[in-house]
């Protein structure tokens, strides 16, 4: 099994571009989630997948929308990136119910905007 | 909304030495508490979690913590540091809808030869 895979690994975008984040897991996971990581600040939640067809705003959403479409893939996208935005992003996958399940990490995507 | 931090953003100690990395959480209600690790360009990896039950917890690695409720206090430890524990560390609580986990501002660990 890959677990949680992340594409791509690192990018580069201009002020302004567009960019898809997209998240896949193979373990028939219900939950996903997608978090930002900056210095000194932990991980953020940004969006988050309770299932198929759902999404829901985590503690900072702006400036990103999410999709999942299919069970396993949890796409991010940012329609007019920011230098803000310059973050190193997590996608996470957990079985579901039960506040004692943990979440399954992917190797995460290191994006610069400048 | 619960909450969590963690005293000390670094830690530096001798290859060896007892590792002690601190995490105090607040909550309302009974938390689920976990310890994730983090290699330098690496995802997060869990090292151990509380759920209820014993409340000294193992882990991965030699790893232990220990909830203390009195104290709203869940910290690490290892008793002797290796090289490779040299890494960031994560405290988080799960909390609400969605099971979404809210971490401490993390601690990074350097282990010294």
């Known amino acids: 099994n890959a677990g949680v895979t992340q594409t791509p690994k690192f990018r580069v975008l201009k002020t302004g571009q567009s960019m898809t984040l997209l998240c896949a897991q193979d373990?028939?996971?219900?939950?996903m989630y997608w978090y930002r990581q900056d210095p000194g600040m932990g991980l953020r939640l940004i969006h988050y997948?309770?299932?198929?067809?759902?999404?829901a705003k985590g503690e900072v959403p702006d400036g990103y929308n999410v999709s999942r479409l299919k069970k396993q893939n949890f796409l991010l996208g940012l329609e007019s990136a920011a230098p803000s935005q310059t973050s190193v992003y997590f996608c996470?996958?957990?079985?579901?119910?039960?506040?004692?399940?943990?979440?399954?990490f992917g190797p995460g995507t290191r994006l610069t905007v400048l | 909304a619960q909450s969590v931090t963690q005293l000390g953003s670094h830690v530096s100690v001798s290859e060896g030495a007892l590792v002690l990395l601190r995490c105090n959480y607040s909550s309302s209600v009974p938390p689920y508490l976990f310890w994730y690790v983090q290699y330098p360009n690496q995802g997060l990896q869990l090292l151990l979690k509380?759920?209820?039950?014993?409340?000294l917890v193992k882990g991965i690695n030699g790893f232990e913590a220990e909830f203390k409720k009195s104290e709203t206090s869940f910290h690490l430890t290892k008793p002797s540091a290796h090289m490779s524990d040299a890494a960031e560390y994560f405290c988080a609580v799960s909390e609400g809808e969605g099971n979404k986990l809210v971490f401490g501002a993390g601690t990074i660990l350097r282990v010294k030869s």
């Open positions: 996470a996958s957990s079985y579901g119910l039960g506040l004692y399940n943990e979440q399954f």
């Open positions: 997948s309770v299932g198929e067809g759902t999404t």
């Open positions: 373990m028939n996971h219900e939950y």
């Open positions: 509380y759920t209820t039950g014993a409340t």
